[in-house]
């Protein structure tokens, strides 16, 4: 873990012996379990740590990640973002979700298994969630990773997030033609993109970016669409 351990470094992120331990397990879980269940091309431990522990923990660079308690990780998948981010941010409340109940029960397990107490992860899709009242604006960040086009996500993710929140998509270089399919979805669903921040590390290559949306007011009630229709037809 002496990748992670200097790319934390890099990041002004102070983690114990304990936490290095946890994300130790979590990462040979994961892997043992990818024997059974497809959850990661990445088998290489130390690719691991960079595509999926440092690429996660990158949102903690945030200031409105740093300043926020409760955060939601839609189609979480093995726990990407949130799980590596849960573990080094304790004193935060963390909801993973992810429509493959096969996965959520993995992730369970882990959770379980790893002692980690401030994680849970739920069965659901975002479309279905985000319409109950009990997730429906009520967090400060919402995370994405690897999920779908912006459109298609922004209508996934912003309803989740309360008015002044920020909803973080984790995205791969050249969003460009991305942003510009985003404009009426972000203005329907009350989102502004505050800043992208680069993944930029020591010795890291990663060409991974996280686009920073601010929810500037709430979501018109009939966002989003029922569960299929946002992929199927993305608000252009
Ligand atoms: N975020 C993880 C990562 O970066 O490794 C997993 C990415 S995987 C490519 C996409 C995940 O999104 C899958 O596990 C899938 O089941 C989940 N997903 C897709 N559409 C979803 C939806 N509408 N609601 C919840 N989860 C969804």
Redesign the pocket.
């Known amino acids: 873990m002496e990748i992670l351990k200097q790319a934390m470094t890099d990041m002004g992120i102070k983690i114990d012996r304990q936490q290095i331990e946890t994300l130790t397990a979590y990462r040979d879980r994961v892997l043992l379990w990818n024997e059974k269940v497809n959850l ?1 091309a990445i088998k290489d431990p130390a690719e691991f740590e960079i595509k999926h522990f440092v690429d996660s923990l990158f949102a903690c660079t945030f200031p409105g990640f740093q300043k926020s308690y409760k955060i939601i990780d ?5 726990g ?1 973002p949130g799980l590596p981010l849960a573990i080094c941010f304790p004193e935060k409340q963390f909801v993973l ?4 109940n096969k ?1 959520i029960r993995i992730l369970q397990e882990v959770i379980e298994n790893l002692n980690i107490r401030n994680a849970v992860a739920i069965h ?4 279905d969630l985000a319409a109950d009242r009990i997730h429906r604006e009520q967090y400060d960040v919402c995370l ?5 086009l912006l459109p298609v996500l922004s209508e ?1 993710c912003l309803p989740f997030v309360r008015a002044g929140g920020f909803f973080g998509a984790y995205k791969s270089e050249g969003t460009e033609e991305e942003l510009a399919a985003s404009v009426r979805a972000l203005r329907i669903l009350r989102g502004k993109v505050e800043t992208t921040m680069k993944v930029s590390l020591t010795g890291i290559n990663l060409n991974h970016q996280i686009i920073w949306i601010r929810k500037t007011g709430n979501t018109p009630a009939n966002y989003p669409r029922k ?1 299929g229709i946002p992929t199927k037809e993305p608000i252009k």
């Open positions: 990661t839609i189609g979480t998948g093995a990407f979700v992810d429509s493959l996965r659901g899709r975002a479309e994405s990773r690897a999920v779908a996934y569960a």
